[in-house]
């Protein structure tokens, strides 16, 4: 059973930069695609992008200019940076693996406040 | 980007119906089609996959159907626990898109 595993900052300021990491224990981690999604509170889902097996990343047209996907394979971990945050980027941000989301981890609320 | 279109909203119906919801695409995406229900709190889980793909473990009382632009999730007969979020998405392009959820109530 695959479980994954996020942490990261929860409070941030206006401008500063979003990091949050996620480790996979209990599976394969290569050969994968790693994504990650955000739910702002009380809307729809929304991906952000994707880190896929051969080592390319995909990311959404409306984060790209501000977002890295990284993997490294030796910790199991997947990584999220997100650049110049504002209050629109308060939300709940989830990783999950495969093209069809099939594991999730946890939620990590992420509040943008001065 | 490919437009997803769920419909109903929102949906409010009690235990035993058989309940519908679609989803129409901006454009043809064959079967690549996902489904995921999503109770309060909690992380989206995958029920359908390939458009009509059965998850494992998800019950067999979920079905989906389509192919194209078009896409229904029927539920056969609601239980206590289906009442929650449903979203379609997409993975046919690179860019994946979600629907924008429909809410099942109880009546």
């Known amino acids: 059973q695959v479980q994954l595993q996020q942490w990261g900052a929860g409070l941030l300021k206006p401008s500063e930069t979003l990091s949050l990491n996620c480790t996979v224990y209990?599976?394969?981690?290569?050969?994968?695609?790693w994504n990650w999604i955000r739910q702002p509170p009380g809307k729809g889902l929304e991906w952000i992008g994707e880190?896929?097996?051969?080592?390319?990343?995909n990311y959404n047209p409306s984060l790209k200019s501000r977002v890295t996907i990284s993997v490294d394979m030796s910790k199991n971990e997947i990584s999220l940076k997100l650049s110049s945050v504002t209050a629109a980027d308060t939300a709940v941000y989830y990783c999950?693996?495969?093209?069809?989301?099939?594991?999730w981890g946890q939620g990590t609320l992420v509040t943008v406040s001065s | 980007d490919i437009q997803m279109t769920q419909s109903p909203s929102s949906l409010s119906a009690s235990v035993g119906d058989r309940v519908t919801i679609t989803c129409r695409t901006s454009q043809s995406i064959r079967d690549y089609l996902n489904w995921y229900q999503q109770k309060p709190g909690k992380a989206p889980k995958l029920l359908i996959y390939g458009a009509s793909s059965l998850q494992s473990g998800v019950p067999s009382r979920f079905s989906g159907s389509g192919s194209g632009t078009d896409f229904t999730l029927t539920i056969s007969s609601l239980q206590p626990e289906d009442f929650a979020t449903y979203y379609c998405?997409?993975?046919?392009?690179?860019?994946?898109?979600f629907g924008q959820g429909t809410r099942l109530e109880m009546k």
């Open positions: 999950t693996r495969g093209g069809n989301l099939v594991d």
């Open positions: 880190f896929k097996h051969g080592g390319s990343t």
């Open positions: 209990g599976g394969s981690f290569s050969g994968h695609y």
């Open positions: 998405q997409q993975n046919y392009n690179i860019v994946v898109t």
